[in-house]
């Protein structure tokens, strides 16, 4: 298997795993999360967010904020292997070249 199909496909398949993180299952966590603030009344104060003190009284919100840092976290990661694969294929294009 010949390294430049690896490195890009492996691009290819982070870049549409971070698309897919980002937009489908985080936009649907914002606005499940946006819901349950206003229900709980906070998440409209500017600076010091009481959300770390209302996660404490209320286990959703609680695991909503665990699920939200899983999801932020494989979005990173995500990221972080489509920015190595990139590189990886850029060397891979940059050693073809003929100067």
Sequence with gaps: MPFGWLSSTGLSI???ACSYINSALLAQMMMKR???EKDLGI???VGYSKNAET???SPTLA???RKFGMIHGL???ANIM???SLAMHSWYLSSK???
Aim: charged share 20%.
């Design 34 to 36: 946006h819901k349950m």
């Design 43 to 45: 998440g409209t104060e």
């Design 75 to 77: 979005s990173s990661l």
């Design 14 to 16: 982070f870049s549409i």
């Design 63 to 65: 695991a909503m904020n």
């Design 55 to 57: 996660a404490k009284r």
């Design 82 to 84: 489509a920015f190595g």
């Design 97 to 99: 070249l003929d100067l």
